[in-house]
């Protein structure tokens, strides 16, 4: 499986994003979906996950109320709306298959830069 991530960009605080994750090789339908952050120096962190079909979503407490997981999956794609951004989120972004960090499919990350 192949996840190309995208969306990401130089927005100011206050602004809005949305990152899009395109699945190729396999379709994705099935699996839990999760996009997870990273900030230069730090550690990896879930930022939000899908379940197979959409109607479950979990979401970090940083994200609650200003980001929203989704996903098409006959698009085999999956999102996250990124509303009310602030420069702490500032970080690369990435897809991948499953709930947690470990394993799964990776996909290459999109920089997101907030600027205040």
């Known amino acids: 499986v192949q996840l190309q991530a995208s969306g990401g960009g130089l927005v100011q605080a206050g602004g809005s994003l949305r990152l899009s994750c395109v699945a190729s090789g396999r379709r994705v339908s099935m699996l839990a979906m999760t996009w997870i952050r990273q900030v230069s120096g730090k550690n990896h962190e879930i930022v939000a996950t899908?379940?197979?079909?959409?109607?479950?979503?979990t979401y970090a407490d940083s994200a609650k109320g200003r980001f929203t997981i989704s996903r098409d999956n006959a698009k085999n794609t999956v999102y996250l709306q990124m509303n009310g951004l602030k420069p702490e989120d500032t970080a690369v972004y990435y897809c991948k298959s499953g709930w947690s960090i470990a394993g799964g499919y990776w996909g290459q990350g999109t920089l997101v830069t907030v600027s205040s």
């Open positions: 899908v379940n197979w079909n959409g109607d479950t979503t």
